[in-house]
């Protein structure tokens, strides 16, 4: 049972580029998260899935998108990536639609560098 | 001000010591309690879930909770060295979760 897989684990990109991050879900959940991890400011969310077929805005969505591609998978998109972009990316899911109340369950991470 | 806080640390104790990491938070509202582990280039996982006031143990981890002060705590007994690791608090009014930013443990041999 993988959980939560995220993909890649690292990358670097370059000032402009445009970047998909995935992640995936094995355990039919209904709730999936984005967030981003960066020193001093912990985690903070940036998109979620209350359910498929819906998304909305945490608390940095600017310079990102997300599709909620069918129940498994919520992919996350970067246009055109900014150094102040570098950071940890985590995806995230729970059973309940919703229940911001409830403990997620974290992928590992992608690692991505903006020069 | 921060709607959590938590101190980053880093704390470093000897193996077999008691650990208190704290958070603190300023929104009332909050009634779901957590705390993380997060090992090096590893996400996060639950370590600990409360609701309300109170203590809960599970093993050598008791959390605890006094919502008069807003003030969560969670104990680690007889540390080990693979209790290393950044831990973080979370917590939750229903509609929101908030994370605290996390404090480094190292327990050393």
């Known amino acids: 049972n993988a959980g939560v897989t995220q993909t890649p684990k690292f990358q670097v990109l370059k000032t402009g580029q445009s970047m998909t991050l995935q992640c995936a879900q094995d355990?039919?959940?209904?709730?999936m998260y984005w967030y981003r991890q960066d020193p001093g400011m912990g985690l903070r969310l940036i998109y979620y899935?209350?359910?498929?077929?819906?998304?909305d805005k945490g608390e940095v969505p600017n310079g990102y998108n997300v599709s909620r591609l069918n129940k498994r998978e919520f992919s996350l998109r970067l246009e055109s990536a900014a150094p102040s972009q570098t950071s940890v990316y985590f995806c995230?899911?729970?059973?309940?639609?919703?229940?911001?109340?409830?403990?997620?369950?974290f992928g590992d991470g992608t690692r991505l560098s903006i020069l | 001000q921060k709607e959590v806080e938590q101190d980053p640390g880093p704390l470093s104790v000897p193996e077999g010591a008691i650990v208190s990491l704290n958070c603190t938070y300023s929104?009332?509202?909050?009634?779901?309690f957590m705390w993380y582990r997060q090992y090096s280039r590893k996400g996060p996982e639950l370590l600990m879930y409360?609701?309300?006031?109170g203590n809960k143990e599970d093993g050598r981890f008791t959390a605890q909770v006094d919502k008069s002060s807003k003030y969560i705590s969670l104990f680690i007994r007889d540390s080990q060295p693979s209790d290393s690791a950044t831990y973080l608090c979370?917590?939750?009014?229903?509609?929101?979760?908030?994370f605290g930013t996390g404090t480094r443990l190292q327990v050393f041999p």
């Open positions: 409360t609701y309300s006031s």
């Open positions: 995230a899911s729970i059973n309940r639609p919703g229940a911001n109340n409830q403990p997620q369950h």
């Open positions: 899935s209350a359910s498929e077929g819906t998304t």
């Open positions: 929104n009332s509202a909050f009634q779901y």
């Open positions: 355990m039919n959940h209904n709730s």
């Open positions: 979370a917590m939750s009014d229903a509609d929101k979760l908030i």
